[in-house]
């Protein structure tokens, strides 16, 4: 089973950047495919944000992100980070880590983090 835990979560006014960084027990290459972020903000869905397939390292991102987030992993180390630019205040949200067994998707995780709390101010 592999463990996920994040760091990196806090306060930023609009236009900031945060980075979130995600640190996995074990052997995820032998357990998971791929790794990535969701996120839910008060009252809505948790939604996809980006992932990275761990061996190759491609990367996705959701539309609402993309130019503005970069995901990245360090395969040796077994972490993964997400480098948050250009903060909107609709990027307020909690962030979890998660890690896949195939394509990355909410069907596949094999294992969350606990969450870490990313607040955007205007």
């Known amino acids: 089973q592999v463990q996920l835990v994040e760091s990196g979560g806090g306060l930023v006014q609009a236009g900031g950047s945060l980075r979130l960084s995600c640190a996995a027990s074990?052997?995820?290459?032998?357990?998971?495919?791929?790794m990535g972020w969701f996120r839910q903000a008060p009252g809505k869905e948790r939604e996809f944000v980006a992932a990275?397939?761990?061996?190759?390292?491609?990367?996705s991102y959701a539309e609402s992100v993309k130019g503005r987030f970069t995901i990245s992993r360090d395969y040796a180390k077994n972490t993964m980070d997400l480098q948050m630019d250009s903060l909107k205040p609709e990027d307020t949200a909690v962030y979890y880590c998660?890690?896949?067994?195939?394509?990355?998707?909410?069907?596949?995780?094999?294992?969350w983090g606990q969450g870490t709390q990313v607040t955007v101010s205007s």
């Open positions: 998660a890690a896949s067994r195939g394509p990355f998707s909410a069907e596949t995780i094999i294992s």
């Open positions: 990275i397939s761990w061996q190759a390292g491609r990367t």
């Open positions: 074990g052997r995820i290459s032998f357990s998971s495919n791929a």
